[in-house]
């Protein structure tokens, strides 16, 4: 994982473990960032749709030359 993004998946995983479908749903990280359900806070799906746009402009060049935004 490269380390420029590694905060906001850290962050992203805090946040899903304070959230109802972690901890009463006993459901995998992967399974609730992956769906869009009211079980997730809208905190985290904004930290979501970020690393989304963080890992994104990873593979894009033009992104790669000025770097990531943000974070």
Do not use: W
């Not at 998946?9 to 359900?37: F, G, I, T």
């Not at 809208?42 to 970020?50: I, K, N, Q």
Request: charged fraction near 30%; proline fraction near 1%.
């Amino acid at each position: 994982m490269s380390k420029s993004c590694k905060g906001l998946a850290m962050e992203l995983v805090k946040c899903l473990n304070e959230s109802d479908c972690v901890k009463v749903q006993k459901r995998s990280y992967r399974e609730c960032a992956a769906e869009k359900s009211p079980l997730i806070s809208s905190e985290c799906v904004g930290l979501r749709e970020t690393y989304f746009n963080c890992k994104r402009g990873q593979v894009d060049m033009r992104a790669r030359i000025r770097g990531n935004k943000g974070y």
